[in-house]
T-cell receptor, first 112, second 116 residues
Framework: DADVTQTPRNRITKTGKRIMLECSQT?????MYWYRQDPGLGLRLIYY???????NKGEISDGYSVSRQAQAKFSLSLESAIPNQTALYFC???????????FGDGTRLSIL | AQSVTQLDSHVSVSEGTPVLLRCNYS??????LFWYVQHPNKGLQLLLK??????LVKGINGFEAEFKKSETSFHLTKPSAHMSDAAEYFC??????????????FGQGTTLQVKP
């Protein structure tokens, strides 16, 4: 089984819909992250969480919200999806600062 | 502030020839640097990491990278390319600024094509 699991793997939806992407991990890590990937831009950080009560905005948090339901679960929501949020979304985890992050396989989101 | 620049968006090599993917970084602190690989429809996999120990870092699948502080570079190399190396590669620096958050800052990515 994968250490970092993202659901769904693919989603197509319409403008204005509310979308939730889920991430769960079995690595026992405290830190969890959400990124989006766009061609030619690498990965950009949306939100990150150091524990259940510590949630922080990344560089592109506008239009997104997150919930850290438990140490192992970190979900990303698009309250009202818009087409320029079409991207590949990754969840990642890490144990402590400066240690490598472990990534899920991604969610491909298309907003029409 | 930290930043990363991958100097080539696309590199093409023949199978069996050397691979060089170039990366320059900017950091006010002693950086932690990583190379990740992404195969199609997959997440990112760690190839190797530099965290202020040996400057020549060996990773998985025959890859290695050398940290050169004087040149602010962390280029990724492999002596002999294999078809399975075709993927996108990301050079990454860890944010060690205020708060030492551990956030990763990604380069734009280099697509490696391996020709038979």
């Amino acid at each position: 089984d994968a250490d970092v699991t993202q659901t769904p793997r693919n989603r197509i939806t319409k403008t204005g819909k509310r979308i939730m992407l889920e991430c769960s991990q079995t690595k026992g890590h405290d830190r969890m992250y959400w990124y989006r990937q766009d061609p030619g831009l690498g990965l950009r950080l949306i939100y990150y969480s150091f524990d259940v009560k510590d949630i922080n905005k990344g560089e592109i948090s506008d239009g997104y919200s997150v919930s850290r339901q438990a140490q192992a679960k970190f979900s990303l929501s698009l309250e009202s999806a818009i087409p320029n949020q079409t991207a590949l979304y990754f969840c990642a985890t890490s144990g402590v600062s400066n240690q490598p992050q472990h990534f899920g396989d991604g969610t491909r989101l298309s907003i029409l | 502030a930290q930043s990363v620049t991958q100097l080539d968006s696309h590199v093409s090599v023949s199978e069996g020839t050397p691979v060089l993917l170039r990366c320059n970084y900017s950091s006010s602190y002693s950086p932690s640097l990583f190379w990740y690989v992404q195969h199609p429809n997959k997440g990112l996999q760690l190839l190797l990491k530099y965290t202020s120990a040996a400057t020549l870092v060996k990773g998985i699948n025959g890859f290695e990278a050398e940290f050169k502080k004087s040149e602010t570079s962390f280029h990724l190399t492999k002596p002999s390319a294999h078809m399975s190396d075709a993927a996108e590669y990301f050079c990454v620096v860890s944010d060690r600024g205020s708060g030492n958050t551990g956030k990763l800052i990604f380069g734009q990515g280099t697509t490696l094509q391996v020709k038979p």
